[in-house]
């Protein structure tokens, strides 16, 4: 890599201290920002459109939950190769991969458009229960956000574009002045206008015209390193099956969450013989409160990822090393004092979100039991991140995939089998405990096949 590359790129030189937090710092305030959004959102529906726009819009959420999933394979998958082409110094490899990743969106995107039309009323019906009125905003909803999903796929990838050439502070700000508009936007729209489930679409829709129109107007001005479109170099179907096996792990993994939280309303179902509407609702409780501590963690994971992968491409180990370092350390004192409030505090918690007293009761028992073991889990997700960045797919998927579907989801329906409904919430901690066997063998093959310290620096570094 030629000193003048290395000298424009924020990641490889300066204190790794630094880099961290005004690369981490950002992109944890995005993540806030888009998890309050989905909060107002549903509030908005709720009280503003009524409980069955509220409750069509919930029925939607594997398809949702699908699109984000896909999202992430793309892009996630093309910000391994790019941040470590950068890193390299070689951009025209790395707008190559771009050029890829929108080609490859247009096909998913075909994908998901033709499945809509075969199967998209159908579908609709069967999840509404037999309600027409569900059905027919639940369908309205998913035909505007399927329809016009290139748009999200687009900013997914220059997201994970402008994070990846160090320009994590306007990817942030361009996101979070984004996310508040959207937030005004589905105000206007779903109240006002009275515009309902098409109103919240709707509003996601414009807050994506005027993101779609910054990011071109930063990469036309020519203040990023990677211009909007160029010819790039490098194979297209070779990029397309990099990005596939990086990005699949995260991707899958967000499709476990969706199959494990399915799983445990029906376990709850099964299981739960006393109040279970406040078993339910303090499950969703839990739910919010572990997505907003799960977002920064995310943070400080994207954050390593990126900084770990620019330095590994530039073949500077010793800063590899200290990224993960860092990652680590921040992670787990992150994970401790969120375990210790989880525990001791899950009553008090419980009632910011509600005043219904066997509710809090409910998240008081349950919480402390699902979060037990939650610091285990935090260096896990940097790991995992850490493996993507170093472009070692079948390391980050074990990491990502084997928690949710090989421990994660049997456990949930073995234990309450064996133990009642308090296997329900004992399966987090015990995958946790179970998770550690698994990684335990990971380093161990690591540190032999590929000959790395302890399984995850490279002797270089060591």
Known sequence: MSERDQTHNPYLHGSLTRVFVHTAAPIVLFMTVSGLYTVIDALLLGRLAGPKALTAVTLMFPVMMLIVALQTMVSSGMASIVARA?????IRAAEGAVNAAHLLALVVCGILILTLLLVGGPMTQALSDGDPEIARMGLTFTTIMVVFSPMSFF????GDGLRSEGKVGTMAAVAIAVTLLN????YVLIGPFGLGVAGSAAGTVLAQVVAIAIVVFLRLSG???????????????????DMLALGAPPSLGLLGISLSSALIITDIQLWSTDNQA??????GVITRIMTFAFLPLMGVSMACQSIAGNNFGAGLQGRVKTTLNIAFGAAVVYAALFETAFVLLARPLGSLFVDDIK???EVARVMPVTSMTYVLSAPLMILGAYYQALGMAGSAAVLNLVR???IGLPILVLLPMAVGEIGIWMAYPVGDVTMLAVVAGLLLW?????HLVWGIYHHSAA
Do not use: D
């Open 223 to 241: 203040r990023t390193r990677l211009p909007l479109y160029a010819h790039g170099t490098g194979s297209v179907l070779a990029y397309w099956k």
């Open 278 to 283: 406040a078993t339910v609702a303090a499950y």
């Open 359 to 361: 509710v809090i009761a």
């Open 446 to 450: 690591n540190a032999r096949r590929h």
């Open 155 to 158: 900013l997914s990838i220059q």
């Open 404 to 406: 949710t579907y090989v």
């Open 183 to 186: 937030i005004v936007f589905n």
């Open 86 to 90: 950068i890193g390299a110094g070689n």
